[in-house]
């Protein structure tokens, strides 16, 4: 088990580099291809009225879209060379997320960047990564739209619930995980039993594939659960968070609040999403 193929999602934001560099690390460290994923926008939708200017503003629209490409496949090619990454960049046209998670099917990793709320150019802002994590079939590596992740994976969080989603994520992360200087596990909440020791039988899994792991659990009553584990990987020195994605259903979730959508907004290190 390792990570061999890793498709990164370029765009045309700021933070096109520090999600490149991160992919490029994890690269360096399991000798993986990168694919460099390029995707031009569809043309701005016109009114009835507008028709008559519409075809001169999508001609224009995709002039730049395919000037951008052209850039972004420059820097990622000039980057992966340097950093001697053997490397693929692709062109696809369409809807982001359906064409991410189509062209996942064939990696072992998902990069892309955690959308920007305050960006009002960000055309990204219904939240990428939560469409992918959804349908990619994949385990997605968010990387936060604010600081630099020079390394990710020495200091692993694993927010372990004992669910599907859970177990899932902790699989598909054992490559990571097996690699760490340091894993820790990290219960929410868990079952109020006498004869159970949160997160005891998960790290004896752990430990018998050759991880040593630290196991701590909180009540998070004052707080909510994804507040809980952010403190948490803060205190931890924690450099990645693994975790399950919507292990309630998403309706649920848009209508009541939830752990993956609370860190799809407010992750301050790169989290790693199972579904």
């Keep these: 088990m390792t990570i061999t193929n890793i498709l990164l999602h370029l765009d045309r934001d700021a933070r096109n580099r520090e999600r490149e560099k991160v992919a490029f690390n994890l690269a360096r460290a399991f000798q993986s291809h990168v694919t460099g994923l390029f995707i031009l926008p569809p043309p701005p939708a016109f009114g009835y009225a507008d028709a008559y200017v519409a075809d001169e503003i999508i001609r224009k629209h995709r002039a730049q879209a395919q000037a951008d490409a052209k850039k972004l496949q420059g820097e990622f090619e000039h980057?992966?060379?340097?950093?001697?990454?053997?490397?693929e960049f692709r062109l696809e046209e369409g809807q982001d997320f359906r064409i991410i998670a189509f062209q996942s099917r064939y990696a072992d990793l998902i990069v892309v960047g955690q959308s920007d709320p305050d960006d009002a150019t960000d055309y990204r802002a219904y939240?990428?990564?939560?469409?992918?994590?959804?349908?990619?079939?994949?385990?997605?590596?968010?990387?936060?739209?604010?600081?630099?992740?020079?390394?990710?994976?020495?200091?692993?969080?694993?927010?372990?619930?004992?669910?599907?989603e859970s177990a899932r994520a902790l699989s598909d992360a054992m490559p990571l995980l097996k690699?760490?200087?340091?894993?820790?596990?990290?219960?929410?909440?868990?079952?109020?039993?006498?004869?159970?020791i949160p997160g005891a039988d998960i790290a004896t899994h752990l430990a018998r594939h050759g991880v040593a792991v630290e196991a701590h659990h909180t009540i998070a009553k004052d707080v909510d659960a994804g507040n809980a584990l952010l403190s948490a990987a803060y205190d931890l020195s924690s450099d990645l968070i693994v975790m399950g994605a919507y292990g309630h259903t998403r309706l649920r979730e848009l209508a009541l609040g939830g752990v993956t959508r609370y860190l799809l907004r407010h992750m301050t290190v790169p989290v790693l999403f199972s579904h």
């Design 179 to 196: 690699k760490a200087e340091h894993v820790d596990i990290y219960c929410v909440n868990p079952p109020d039993t006498k004869q159970h």
């Design 79 to 87: 980057d992966a060379k340097a950093a001697a990454i053997p490397s």
């Design 127 to 164: 939240n990428l990564p939560e469409e992918i994590v959804m349908i990619a079939g994949r385990p997605m590596l968010s990387v936060p739209y604010a600081g630099t992740f020079d390394s990710i994976g020495k200091r692993v969080m694993v927010a372990w619930n004992a669910s599907r």
